[in-house]
């Protein structure tokens, strides 16, 4: 009998559910197979057929680290009857970069769900990249979890310190940990994160070094592991789908493909609390309804003039915040044409 507690499993996530269904975790998901845990074991699930029926929006399905109710079968594949509440959830948008302007509707795509801690996982290399960096951290905001920034290949940068002293003196409530997963240098700062019942997700780019971070926090190679090209740092994919891990100290990570463009969604909060530095200075504008380009008083200018706000990280902001307002006009286009397609019975 596995315990679901172990897992995760908390009253939070329970609701009013008819006789026969017992809890699970979602732990792996193979397009319409679901890989759960649940009191029996680890099983096979497929969605119920009225399931379909009751989804509202694009994050109503199932992903890796969401908890849910079963209609267990011993004899074969189990079905997924409902969908608990999540705590916290990251997700990205289904188009990303320039691709987003020319479709008509941008969806949510739910990544993973119900996790504690948000490891930002940088390769100290060629592709350390301050925007990638941004992204990540204000998707990781907004998702309702912690973020944690982690430097690794520290062992191949003598210079590491200077990029932790940078991104320390932006983000002074964040931890940001330089790491060697190779010779386990700094390794001793995430103890703190791996408690039991506790449930890490990795995000970053290919080759920063994710599936060796897992292998080394686990103590065993339990990961896959590829090398990356020596001219451009960039790495080969290793992990091909999401998936729960549980670690021999009951601490559970989610771990995710490489994504090096990331679609931010519903963004605004988390974009806002990663520059809130740009956030206060707007606030101390003689208008309220500053443009922040010909305005007198405007404390923007005023700062960009005096070398105070930093003109690349001021581009960066605008250039999310656009995008983040981008993704809303499109997704409540979305919405409003599913809503319209129910009324019509489609």
Known sequence: MINLNEYGWNLEYKQDIKQGLIPARVVEVHRELYKVVCEHGEVNARLKGTFYKEIK??????????????????????????????????????????????????????????????????????DFNINRIERYIGAAIVSG??????????????????????LKLQYEDIDIIAISSKTGFGLEALEKYLNKGKTLVFLGSSGVGKSSLVNAISGEEIMKVNSIRDDDSKGRHTTTHRQLIMLASKTMVIDTPGMRELGMWDAGDGIKKTFDDIEELMEKCKFSDCSHKSEPGCAIKNALETGKLDEDRWKRYLQLMNENNFVKQKSAYTKREKLINKIKGR
């Open 57 to 126: 929006f694009d994050d109503d399905i199932p992903v890796v680290g969401d908890f849910v109710y079963l209609q267990y079968n011993q004899y074969g594949d189990s079905l997924i009857a409902k969908l608990c509440k999540r705590k916290s959830k990251f997700s990205r948008t289904d188009f990303s970069g320039h691709a987003a302007a020319y479709v008509k509707t941008i969806h949510e795509q739910v990544i993973a769900a119900n996790f504690d801690y948000v490891f930002v996982v940088v390769s100290l290399n060629h």
């Open 145 to 166: 979890a912690e973020p944690v920034v982690i430097l690794t290949k520290a062992d191949l940068n003598s210079e590491y310190e200077k990029y932790v002293n940078e």
